[in-house]
């Protein structure tokens, strides 16, 4: 997966029309603009009109940073930690502990940082940590996560209007950036209601599924759920990586995994996480994984505009953490995507058997060899084809 940016707060400086709206000190973690004026002392460096017009797109970015800091942060940076602590009640450390997880680099006791807006978010979820209704370890864990799945999103929604503004409207990369700073306000409503409202249907449907787990018996305690992990990658992608323009790597990527996506959510399976070239997912029963696996395998090898995937499918229990999960079913369908051919879908034994007794002739084996399969040992795989089972029907 790409490396994420480290969420950094706007500057605190920008002109504001409204005298009584003046923003606190700019904190010490927060990359102010540069001064342009600086680069223009340099003799020779840069011509009168270049320097005109780097001052004048300065000045732009500034006033658009500061009218969409205005409308994000809903107010003054005015408090410290320690004023938290002292005006709002709210411990030093769950304050530290909460900006940390959430990406931001910490700040120290005396920083004037936080606004009022702050102030109820942090100390919401403190409140439930001093009642005792949840640990400071799960407060850190919903941190963390927020922190790291809006700042994916945030960078997603930024990156996708850019690139829009780029394809759409014709305009050079900084251009592009402008637009979309002027253009998130008149968006920011809308955004707002559809993070909300995924949130929402999101949460309800893992509810479901968390609550059909309290029906099962005999649960194994380290390794509760019994799911259906596969894992799918681009064949040769390293070496397609190497000669392909940025764009276009960045397009292909963007296809793969749009389509995959497509391919999961409609075989009723879900995304765990994507790694560049590499997607992980996972579905609640063997004959929705072969589905999945299967018609991943066949659409992508099928599209034009991509190398073929091979996928590694297991079926079996795991434990689930952090938006992840984990266990030796996990370790095992990694590990055979890695020797999968391309094109093909390989599974062991066991999931070879699960899927058959699930749906009897809707999946097939092609041949079975032994391999050493790193960490694991050896272990007999089969290619995975299908047979009397339908094709999906991805609506498209």
């Given at each position: 997966?790409?490396?994420?940016?480290?969420?950094?707060?706007?500057?605190?400086?920008?002109?504001?029309?409204?005298?009584?709206?003046?923003?606190?000190?700019?904190?010490?973690?927060?990359?102010?603009l540069?001064?342009?004026?600086?680069?223009?002392?340099e003799?020779?460096?840069?011509?009168?009109?270049?320097?005109?017009d780097?001052?004048?797109?300065?000045?732009?970015?500034?006033?658009?940073?500061?009218?969409?800091?205005?409308?994000?942060?809903?107010?003054?940076?005015?408090?410290?930690?320690?004023?938290?602590?002292?005006?709002?009640?709210?411990?030093?450390?769950l304050?530290?502990?909460?900006?940390?997880?959430?990406?931001?680099?910490?700040?120290?006791?005396?920083?004037v940082?936080?606004?009022?807006?702050?102030?109820?978010?942090?100390?919401?979820?403190?409140?439930?940590?001093?009642e005792?209704?949840?640990?400071?370890r799960?407060f850190?864990?919903?941190?963390?996560?927020?922190?790291?799945?809006?700042?994916?999103l945030?960078?997603?929604?930024?990156?996708?209007?850019?690139?829009?503004?780029?394809?759409?409207?014709?305009?050079?990369?900084?251009?592009?950036?402008?637009?979309?700073?002027?253009?998130?306000?008149?968006?920011?409503?809308?955004?707002?209601?559809?993070v909300m409202?995924?949130?929402?249907?999101?949460?309800?449907?893992?509810?479901?599924?968390?609550?059909?787990?309290?029906l099962?018996?005999?649960t194994?305690?380290?390794?509760?759920?019994?799911?259906?992990?596969g894992?799918?990658?681009?064949?040769?992608?390293?070496?397609l990586?190497?000669?392909?323009?940025?764009?276009?790597?960045?397009?292909?990527?963007?296809?793969?995994?749009?389509?995959?996506?497509?391919?999961?959510?409609?075989?009723g399976?879900?995304?765990?996480?994507?790694?560049?070239?590499?997607?992980?997912?996972?579905?609640d029963?063997?004959?929705?994984?072969a589905?999945?696996?299967?018609?991943?395998?066949?659409t992508?090898?099928e599209?034009?505009?991509?190398p073929p995937?091979?996928?590694?499918?297991?079926?079996?229990?795991?434990?689930?953490?952090?938006?992840?999960?984990?266990?030796?079913?996990?370790?095992?369908?990694?590990?055979?995507?890695?020797?999968?051919?391309p094109?093909t879908?390989?599974v062991?034994?066991?999931?070879?058997?699960?899927?058959?007794q699930?749906?009897p002739g809707?999946?097939?084996l092609?041949?079975?060899?032994?391999?050493?399969?790193?960490?694991i040992?050896?272990?007999?795989?089969h290619?995975?084809?299908?047979?009397r089972?339908?094709?999906?029907?991805?609506?498209?």
């Open positions: 997966m790409e490396d994420l940016e480290r969420p950094a707060d706007l500057s605190g400086t920008a002109p504001s029309d409204d005298p009584s709206a003046s923003q606190g000190p700019v904190p010490r973690e927060t990359a102010e540069p001064d342009l004026s600086q680069d223009a002392a003799p020779a460096s840069l011509g009168d009109a270049e320097i005109l780097l001052n004048r797109r300065f000045a732009a970015v500034r006033r658009s940073v500061g009218a969409l800091e205005k409308v994000l942060l809903q107010g003054p940076r005015k408090y410290s930690r320690r004023d938290l602590a002292q005006q709002q009640e709210i411990p030093e450390r304050t530290s502990v909460y900006w940390r997880s959430l990406g931001f680099t910490p700040v120290d006791e005396d920083t940082v936080f606004t009022d807006e702050d102030a109820y978010a942090i100390g919401d979820l403190a409140a439930i940590v001093e005792g209704t949840i640990s400071e799960a850190a864990s919903i941190s963390r996560g927020m922190g790291f799945h809006m700042g994916r945030a960078m997603w929604i930024t990156e996708a209007l850019v690139d829009e503004a780029k394809h759409a409207g014709g305009l050079d990369d900084s251009e592009a950036r402008q637009q979309m700073l002027d253009t998130v306000p008149e968006l920011l409503e809308i955004f707002e209601s559809q409202f995924t949130f929402r249907r999101q949460l309800a449907a893992y509810a479901a599924r968390a609550g059909s787990e309290v099962h018996r005999d194994d305690e380290l390794f509760p759920l019994q799911r259906a992990v894992f799918a990658d681009l064949v040769q992608f390293t070496r990586a190497q000669d392909m323009p940025g764009t276009e790597l960045a397009d292909m990527v963007g296809r793969f995994e749009s389509l995959s996506r497509d391919v999961i959510s409609v075989g399976g879900r995304v765990v996480k994507t790694v560049g070239d590499e997607i992980m997912f996972l579905a029963t063997p004959e929705d994984g589905q999945i696996a299967v018609s991943l395998a066949e992508i090898t599209s034009t505009d991509l995937v091979r996928v590694g499918l297991a079926w079996g229990s795991m434990f689930s953490r952090y938006g992840d999960v984990f266990g030796p079913t996990v370790n095992l369908a990694a590990r055979m995507e890695s020797v999968a051919r094109g879908v390989v062991d034994g066991d999931t070879a058997d699960a899927v058959a699930a749906l809707g999946f097939t092609a041949g079975g060899e032994e391999v050493e399969l790193h960490g040992g050896t272990v007999r795989v290619e995975m084809l299908r047979d089972s339908a094709p999906l029907d991805m609506g498209l």
